[in-house]
Nanobody
């Protein structure tokens, strides 16, 4: 079972950058696909990006494509989300999630980290 802890959120001006980290514990991290999601106030949680177990395959929501980069370091049991050219609409709580090998859903979630982008 993987446990996840996000960090790196904060307040940034529009156009700025932040890097989120998600530290995982547990022996299944390196075989798990990982995803980032976000939830803005009053809205449903939405998909942001995902990365496969090896880090060789990534996928992004259209709203962040070209601005955000997901990566992982399996030696450090950590997945990252580099966020550049931030916009006020990127504001929300960002969650990382793990999908273990063979599963079709994200079964483990972190507690979230707040990202606020001011205009």
């Amino acid at each position: 079972q993987v446990q996840l802890v996000e960090s790196g959120g904060g307040l940034v001006q529009a156009g700025g950058s932040l890097r989120l980290s998600c530290a995982a514990s547990g022996r299944t991290f390196s075989s798990s696909a990982m995803g980032w999601f976000r939830q803005a106030p009053g809205k449903e949680r939405e998909f942001v990006a995902r990365i496969n177990w090896s880090g060789l395959a990534t996928y992004y929501a259209d709203s962040v494509k070209g601005r955000f980069t997901i990566s992982r370091d399996n030696a450090k049991n950590t997945v990252y989300l580099q966020m550049n050219s931030l916009k006020p609409e990127d504001t929300g709580v960002y969650y990382c999630a793990a999908r273990t090998y063979g599963s079709d859903s994200y079964g483990t979630w972190g507690q979230g980290t707040q990202v606020t982008v001011s205009s």
